[in-house]
Structures are given as C-alpha cells and as structure tokens.
C-alpha cells in the first residue's frame, strides 16, 4: 500500500506544562509509594544489621500487596473507556 492512514497510539506517563511527572491521585498509588520507600530503607537497615530479617520480609510483603492493589485500581475502566469497549463488544452480537 503506497497511501494510507496510520494510526498510532502509545501510553506515557502524565507530565505538566513543565513537563515534571505527576503524580496520580490515588490512594493505593501513594500507599505502594510509601511502602517502596520503607523497603528501600529497610533493606539499608538489614544489611547494617539494625533491624530483623524478619522485618524486612514484612516490609516486602507489604510492599507486594500494596503494588498489586494498584495496578488493579489502575487498570480499572474510567467512563470513557467502558462506554467503547462496550461499543465495540456490541458489534460482535449478530443481529437479525
């Protein structure tokens, strides 16, 4: 084909006018974030020997559940979404 429309599309992460990351207001976001920051600093705290094995391994367990809890939340359907998924899931029902 020598002519033709392509369409391209592509996720990327939310930027400001300045083009600084931002942050989503979620809760299950910022809950994974706090606890990526308590692994981090738990996993300096293991290796010096201050704190537990154990309680890193909590740390860490924590951490697991919390960023699965997110990317659920995050793959949710906002309106916009649902409404064309449903649209194209509607052309499939043969209709007589």
């Given at each position: 084909?020598?002519?033709g429309?392509l369409?391209?599309a592509?996720?990327?992460?939310k930027t ?11 809760s ?11 692994v981090?600093?738990?996993t ?13 391994a909590t740390?860490k ?12 939340d ?23």
């Open positions: 084909m020598k002519k429309i369409e391209m592509y996720k990327a992460i400001d006018d300045e083009g600084t990351p931002m942050i989503p207001d979620n299950n976001f910022f809950r994974a974030l706090e606890t990526y920051i308590k981090f600093w738990f300096i705290l293991s290796d010096m020997g201050k704190i537990s094995p154990q309680s890193l740390a367990q924590d951490y697991a559940w919390a960023v699965g809890s997110c990317e659920t995050m793959r949710r359907f906002d309106l916009a979404k649902a409404e064309s998924f449903f649209n194209s899931f509607r052309t499939l029902i043969v209709r007589d």
